[in-house]
């Protein structure tokens, strides 16, 4: 296992890698890693055959990676490579870290790969953890069959999700999702696990789940073989994961026919976002044919979701394979990555899911409140794309500046920062509101965009400044904004 990093935004890495693991080099298969991070503490666990059957083990920085434990350290707390140990998943808040795994104990010497979810945490940034690991699962032993736990964490509150058979059967690809949760930081669970796809029990085949939490909010999003057809199922509950909508919903919007794999899913306030691939465009009309990656949002905490999804790659519909998308949100930027073969060989590529995305701080005016920059996030070809700007000194002059792919910065310029260099284009405006009066300054301007196909993967970034007397140099800026026309 082995780690490097940067703490400049990616700009410059170690000289020279670290490696993680502790036992001799070479002498163990160190595999399927997984790593969170929280403030300057990083954490990594694996699966490891050093002890025979696979094991999972951790380790930890203090100073954002320069250094780390001299001795790894084994999580599972069954005799040392008596059982297969495997697929973990690690998640960190504050100074807690959680971590879960697929655990075949107590099933020996059966074909069948029947395994249980387990669980083990430390409060003190990895330094101790519990002295016995806990099992989520509370239905039938041995029901995880093939599927791997998912992990988040809020604060205290420690949310699992996993694909369960207790009433299907395996040989039939007929599983539930399944979830337990703790509220103490991992020191007790639920005594009966929840069932959150709300289909009739081992009905279907429902698999991938992904989970994120936010607030008191907890979504799990899944991929689903209801009906025959192939859909993203979500289900969220709204009081930290006690209950649960009755029935579940999808979130991919194809026609005729469900196409839809491999969900991920990001949360931020009342906004949660869901990516996947989907094969509803391939040229020969199944699960093997051409992937293109899709998105849904919801900004009201999974209450309504955009009518169409968008479609984030954008080659010819269906022209190459984009599969294993991955998402991040921070605030109010999204952005997605996947693999893509449209030229010929996989390349990654990325993009923003819904058109306009934020970047950047603004610097504060009069009253010390900061102007902001928006623009609507349905920034598709034909579409109308509105500008906006609000929390400005009222009636104040200024600009709204315009620069084109590649020409976000950080440069310090009277008293705030220019974000945007070099700059393509300056349009003067003025605010609306009462003159003089902080925050009061509004200014909103509707783009239509043509329906030319030559547009698709058009991208500009803005940003704004006014004449402001109680700014630092005289001058308010907002933040910035990335838009594509998707």
């Not at 434990?69 to 005799?79: A, C, E, G, I, V």
């Not at 009222?394 to 974000?419: H, N």
Request: proline share 6%; with cysteine; glycine share 12%.
């Amino acid at each position: 296992v082995y780690f490097n990093r940067s703490l400049d935004a990616g700009r410059t890495w170690l000289a020279s890698d670290l490696r993680v693991n502790t036992d001799p080099p070479g002498g163990a298969n160190a595999r399927e890693l997984q790593i969170a991070a929280s403030g300057e503490s990083v954490f990594v666990v694996w699966r490891d055959s050093r002890n025979g059957a696979s094991d999972i083990y951790f380790n930890s920085s203090q100073d954002a990676g320069s250094t780390w434990l001299s001795s790894d350290r084994r999580l599972d707390t069954d005799l040392p490579g008596s059982d297969s140990s495997g697929d973990p998943r690690i998640a960190a808040s504050g100074s807690s870290v959680y971590v879960t795994w697929a655990d075949h104990r107590g099933h020996p010497n059966i074909p069948i790969p029947l395994r249980d979810a387990y669980f083990n945490r430390s409060l003190d940034a990895g330094a101790t953890w519990l002295s016995s690991d806990i099992q989520l699962n509370t239905g039938q032993p041995g029901s995880l069959n093939y599927a791997s736990p998912e992990i988040c964490a809020l604060g205290d509150s420690v949310f699992v999700t996993w694909p369960d058979f207790r009433h299907g059967d395996y040989q039939d690809n007929r599983n539930d999702i399944y979830l337990n949760r703790s509220i103490d930081a991992g020191a007790t669970w639920l005594s009966s696990d929840i069932r959150v796809s709300r289909n009739a029990p081992g009905a279907n085949f429902s698999i991938d789940p992904q989970i994120a939490a936010t607030g008191d909010c907890v979504y799990v999003a899944w991929s689903d073989f209801r009906g025959g057809d192939t859909y993203i199922y979500l289900n969220r509950s709204l009081d930290e994961g006690a209950t649960w909508l009755a029935s579940d919903f999808s979130v991919n919007t194809s026609t005729p026919f469900g196409t839809a794999f491999y969900p991920k899913l990001a949360a931020s306030g009342d906004a949660v976002y869901v990516t996947w691939q989907d094969y509803r465009n391939s040229s020969n009309g199944n699960f093997g044919g051409q992937h293109d990656i899709y998105c849904n949002r919801s900004l009201d905490r999974g209450g309504s979701w955009l009518t169409a999804d968008v479609r984030l790659d954008t080659d010819p519909p269906g022209g190459g394979d984009s599969l294993f998308p991955q998402i991040t949100v921070a605030g109010d930027s999204v952005n997605v990555a996947w693999v893509d073969s449209r030229s010929g060989d996989w390349e990654f590529y990325a993009n923003i899911p819904f058109g306009a995305q934020p970047f950047g701080d603004g610097t504060a005016g009069s009253g010390t409140i900061t102007p902001r920059l928006e623009g609507t996030d349905s920034l598709t070809l034909g579409s109308i794309f509105t500008l906006s700007v609000s929390d400005g000194l009222g009636a104040a002059f200024g600009a709204i500046l315009l620069g084109g792919p590649d020409t976000k910065t950080d440069i310090l310029m009277l008293g705030g920062s220019l974000l945007i260099d070099p700059i393509e284009q300056i349009v003067p405006i003025r605010l609306n509101g009462a003159a003089g009066v902080p925050g009061d300054g509004s200014y909103s301007v509707a783009i239509p965009i043509p329906d030319e196909n030559a547009l698709l993967g058009f991208n500009i970034n803005l940003q704004a400044l006014f004449i402001d007397p109680g700014a630092p140099g005289s001058v308010s800026w907002t933040n910035g904004v990335e838009a594509w026309i998707l």
